[in-house]
């Protein structure tokens, strides 16, 4: 056997050892995360795909007589079917217009809107170039949930970031008791939801027996009995008051932890070069400051997009998050197919919001 | 204006903001708090106190005296207790693979894993509650099963990123010493994953005490295994005739507290967890 030859037996017998070793290394690997995808596959993709399917069902719960059928998209069309109709002003008997209180007066939207095959109900009406609209649903209560969800969404989310952005700005300045204030942060977190939601409940009371009804009517606002529960107007500001309180905290502590990166250096070249304090905000600290802005606002979106526990508290059946209606579907109503139909809307809506993040931000995965 | 006199408006003026922030936070527990220690009658009293006039315990030892409270303690402390074990110990296998292994196979395993972390619960409930009621298990079982769907997910994506940072030449002498992978796992590194266990379990624990949609959706039928959430949300009085707020801040106040002396106690190892993921430092 020539030495080149007796090398090349070497050089293969330690590869194959090297590789005896990777694929130990790989089977470990495979036997230690089993128990773990085992679980995803139980509780996440397994059920995910049974909503899936029986969003196409009629499948009930607890009605022993039941036949579960496939309907096709009859679920979905009745939870988003939408139609928008003018109001034609109301007029008296001998056609002039109704007028109350210097307004002029539409016919109700329940006469207006088809009820053929299905009923349609008003969710919105909107003025545009002079003429009324109303926009009808086949499910008013879902549209109106994905509305409500939606839009306390965006304007908790916004309070939260502008809020949060500016306690982290008052806290990233060192002084004595900075510790109790982070601490204090740290207490709206950790309390649970539904404890947070009973105690706003309180504190929102419709007499003066509540806090706020108490001390509006002190400053001279209203007269002590604002419903905030049960005016729909109040209903979700209520909401978002709520949800405000309770994660400005996080949302400061993760901006704190941003700003705490950036050098200080940069500031004091700033400050040499005459640059004033909201120069130096928009110059120096936001941009630096905007990766952790980013998963931030992914994270509370993603979250609030979600909010189920102070709706189904405070509001119960008078109101609807996008989850409280499948959950309440699901429970109050024994309705799986519908209560899926809405879950996996629920799930477009969130990851669409959760790419158009990634994409907006420019976020990477790693 | 004189410098200095500039400098003491602009720290009247910081510490104005300090203290309007700290009541911003704090005031709802405060109102908790003297609601709770209100008799029945102050209570209703319009226009409310401010100040309590009148302290009493009595809607605290109501709410000692309720079973169904007590009960809800209990199932709350056992379930969030051993999903956070649970998680854990199956998120440790996981983060060490994840973290310190080469195999095929493993970003896709981690996309599958940071997807998990944002999936919205409320999209399975139908599902899952077929699944658990297939299954069968008794509800507090069913109950640890579903929070791993929370729990476990970021368990594992915490642990990873910690199992990552630690020193290879670590698993290399351990090799050299003619340990096994797991040998390697259970002797060298898993004592020093402690305080990244504590973080991550804390986090875990706090999540699942707080957790209430499948809470109240499991235990709607059997009140004996709703936790304290649903207990809270669903309180019923043993003094009052209408809802019973006093009795519901004294619950409210009994559970926080445990919570915010955890928080405090541990509060650098939570923010330091709650941070991981989002800072690249």
Redesign the interface.
């Known amino acids: 056997m020539s030495q080149t030859q007796q090398q090349q037996t070497e050089a293969k017998q330690k590869q194959q050892g090297l590789s005896e070793l ?1 694929k ?3 089977r ?3 036997w ?2 089993l ?3 085992a ?2 596959l ?3 993709i ?6 899936f399917v ?1 969003s196409f069902t009629n499948a009930r ?1 607890a009605a022993p007589d039941h036949q579960t059928q496939f309907i096709g998209f009859q679920n979905y069309s009745n939870l988003l079917s939408m139609t928008i109709r003018e109001l034609p002003v109301e007029t008296d008997d001998e056609g002039n217009p109704v007028i109350e209180d210097g307004e002029v007066q539409y016919e109700n939207s329940f006469r207006v809107l088809p009820s053929d095959p299905r009923r349609y109900r008003g969710v919105y009406e909107f003025s545009l170039f002079g003429n009324r609209y109303v926009l009808g649903a086949t499910n008013q209560n879902f549209v109106r949930s994905i509305w409500d969800t939606v839009s306390l969404t965006v304007i908790a989310v916004f309070l939260e970031t502008v809020l949060g952005m500016a ?1 982290a700005l ?1 806290l990233s ?1 060192k ?1 004595l ?1 900075r510790g109790v ?8 977190w ?11 409940e ?2 929102l ?1 419709p ?5 706020f009804n ?1 001390f509006f ?2 400053i001279g606002i209203a007269s ?1 009995n604002i419903s905030f529960f049960t005016n729909p107007a109040l209903q979700i500001p209520s909401m978002i008051a709520m949800e405000v ?1 309770k994660t400005t ?2 949302m400061a ?2 901006l704190l ?2 700003l705490a ?1 950036i050098p200080k250096e940069l500031y004091e070249a700033a400050e040499v070069d005459g640059a004033t304090p909201i120069r130096r905000f928009f110059s120096i600290t936001l941009p630096l400051v905007a ?2 802005l980013a ?2 606002l ?2 509370r979106t ?1 979250d609030s ?2 909010i ?2 102070a709706f ?2 405070v509001l119960g059946e008078q109101r609807y998050s ?2 409280s209606f ?2 309440s579907m ?2 109050n109503n024994s309705d ?1 197919g519908l ?2 139909a809405a ?2 809307i ?2 477009i809506i ?1 990851f669409s919001f ?1 790419i158009l993040y990634m994409r907006a931000l420019g976020v990477d ?1 790693e | 204006m004189s410098k200095e006199t500039r400098q003491r408006i602009a720290s009247f003026f910081f510490w104005l903001l300090i203290i309007f922030i700290f009541v911003y936070l704090m005031f709802p527990f405060y109102w908790a708090t003297i609601s709770a220690l209100k008799p029945e009658q102050e209570l209703i009293r319009t226009p409310t106190t401010y100040f309590p006039q009148n302290l009493t315990l009595q809607n605290f030892r109501a709410v000692f005296q309720n079973g169904q409270f007590l009960r809800g303690l209990l199932n709350s402390t056992i379930v969030a207790t051993v999903a956070t074990a649970l998680s854990l110990m199956v998120g440790s296998f996981a983060g060490y693979a994840l973290g310190k292994m080469r195999f095929r196979g493993k970003s896709p395993s981690l996309y599958v894993i940071l997807a998990m972390t944002m999936f919205p619960q409320v999209a399975i409930l139908a599902g899952l509650f077929t699944v658990m009621r297939f299954l069968d298990l008794p509800t507090l079982a069913s109950l640890i099963l579903s929070y791993l769907i929370f729990t476990l997910p970021f368990t594992v994506w915490v642990l990873t990123s910690f199992f990552r940072g630690l020193p290879i030449s670590l698993l290399h002498s351990a090799q050299v010493d003619g340990a096994n992978m797991m040998q390697t796992f259970w002797h060298v590194l898993l004592p020093l994953t402690a305080p990244a266990l504590v973080t991550t379990g804390l986090l875990a624990f706090i999540q699942a005490w707080n957790e209430y949609l499948f809470a109240l959706t499991f235990t709607v039928t059997e009140p004996v295994n709703q936790t304290v959430p649903v207990t809270i949300a669903q309180f019923t009085g043993e003094i009052a005739r209408q809802e019973p707020f006093g009795e519901i801040m004294a619950a409210a106040v009994v559970v926080t507290i445990p919570l915010v002396i955890l928080v405090l106690v541990f509060q650098n190892r939570i923010v330091e967890g709650l941070t991981a993921g989002a800072v690249k430092g």
């Open positions: 990777a130990r290394e790989e470990t690997a495979r230690l995360l128990p773990t995808f679980v995803i139980l509780i996440a397994y059920p995910l795909g049974q909503v029986s719960f306690i008052t300045v002084f008791g204030m982070r601490a204090a942060m740290l207490v709206p950790a309390v649970i939801t539904v404890v947070s939601a009973r105690i706003w309180w504190m009371e007499t003066r027996a509540g806090f108490a009517d002190q002590g309180w905290p996080f502590l993760l932890a941003g990166t990766p952790t998963v931030a992914i994270f993603l997009l979600r189920f526990d189904q508290v996008m989850a499948a959950q699901l429970i799986v209560s899926s879950s996996v629920i799930f969130v959760a995965t």
